[in-house]
């Protein structure tokens, strides 16, 4: 007897929860919406720690697949759980991410959908479509968070990274895009969102896209690996950036680089990690012949663990690497290949 009655209770305290959760997202709830970036028929990891942000803020989220034929790319995202709708547009311009068209196709969706967020990863697509739609609809963006406090109020570095800002829009309608090693990344699974086809296919057609040079890698992809070791100018040339590959191989890790070799010509400038390159957050981040410019700090700070190999005791670097040997690399780091 006892049993049941508190049985019943327990029962009735979740049924008010979940009515109270429910009528919350119904009622003042985030009504959001996430422009999926995808490339080769896969969804990109931005774009699932854009979801887990998203869905942080509660409420319903719809999601945008644009592209040549989006509807493998729709069904893979309609899986996931917390999204509730799908909706898609075909063009070839939108599988190449054209700006000017992607923008006018999210303020088309925007008219008709009402919807009172906009959410995308914080990548070079991200970053090129979101500023345009929110200047063509008259509100400004909120870029880069790294937290969501509620619907209106998001954390972001500012400073390159030195300082964060805590931010809340009175816009009734907030872009934002999200900084992929701050939130986890969305797990497929739960989720069985229909699909819906967008009648809209804005054109504007000022912009053609050409073509691409793409680095092909064998490695794992630098934003989203669990380790990487990146080299500065202390490497001297491009042909000994082959002694961090070997070591890159033998713990899979991607290889990422300073502005500086960048500049110099030693690697792609796809390696660069830092404020005006990659923000990458692994386990372990290996800084080899690399000062700890406050520039390319804000690219990796936030690594789990950091190792420093510098033959300055006084780089900046260390300030920061839980792990430092001042030591020459080109001793340090054959050394270090050999005994692992
Ligand atoms: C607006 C702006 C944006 C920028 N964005 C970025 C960015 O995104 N990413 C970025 O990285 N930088 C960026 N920079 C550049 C940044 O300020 C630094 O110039 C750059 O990071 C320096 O690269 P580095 O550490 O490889 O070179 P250096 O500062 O020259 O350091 C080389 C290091 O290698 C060490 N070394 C040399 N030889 C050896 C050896 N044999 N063994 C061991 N150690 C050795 C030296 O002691 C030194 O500490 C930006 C700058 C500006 C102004």
Redesign the pocket.
């Known amino acids: 007897m006892s049993l049941s009655i508190a049985t019943g209770l327990r029962a009735i305290r979740q049924t008010s929860v979940a009515f109270g959760r429910r009528g919350y997202a119904a009622a003042a709830g985030a009504n959001t919406l996430l422009l999926v970036e995808h490339k080769d028929g896969a969804i990109t990891g931005a774009t699932l720690n854009a979801l887990t942000a998203a869905k942080a803020m509660g409420g319903n989220i719809t999601a945008l697949v644009a592209g040549e034929a989006p509807e493998a790319v729709a069904k893979a995202i309609a899986e996931f759980e917390g999204v509730s709708k799908v909706l898609t547009a075909s063009d070839a311009s939108y599988e190449k991410n054209v700006a000017e068209d992607l923008a006018a196709l999210l303020v088309a969706v925007q008219e008709k959908n009402a919807f009172s967020h906009i959410f995308a990863g914080h990548t070079a697509v991200g970053k090129n479509v979101i500023p345009r739609a929110a200047a063509l609809l008259d509100v400004a963006p909120i870029s880069d968070i790294i937290k969501v406090e509620s619907e209106d109020t998001f954390v972001r570095p500012i400073f390159a990274g030195n300082a964060i800002a805590t931010v809340k829009s009175s816009d009734a309608l907030k872009f934002v895009t999200v900084r992929a090693t701050a939130f986890e990344s969305a797990v497929s699974g739960g989720g069985a969102a229909a699909v819906e086809t967008v009648a809209e296919s804005p054109k504007v057609g000022v912009t053609q896209w050409a073509g691409e040079e793409i680095q092909k890698s064998d490695r794992p992809e630098l934003a989203s690996a669990k380790r990487v070791i990146s080299?500065?100018?202390?490497m001297?040339s491009g042909e000994n950036f082959e002694l961090l590959y070997k070591l890159a191989d033998k713990i899979g890790a991607a290889v990422g680089?300073?502005?500086?070799?960048v500049d110099a010509g030693f690697v792609d400038n796809s390696l660069?990690?830092?404020?005006?390159?990659k923000i990458v957050a692994p386990e372990l981040y290996v800084a080899?012949?690399?000062?700890?410019?406050?520039?390319?700090l804000?690219?990796m700070k936030d690594s789990k663990t950091i190792v420093a190999?510098?033959?300055?005791a006084d780089?900046p670097?260390f300030q920061v690497a839980d792990y430092g040997l001042v030591?020459?690399?080109?001793k340090?780091v054959p050394e270090l290949t050999e005994k692992l």
Request: net charge positive.
């Open positions: 080299g500065g100018r202390g001297k680089a300073s502005r500086a070799a660069q990690v830092g404020q005006t390159g080899v012949g690399i000062s700890g410019a406050i520039q390319h804000a690219g190999i510098n033959k300055d780089a670097i030591e020459d690399l080109f340090a």
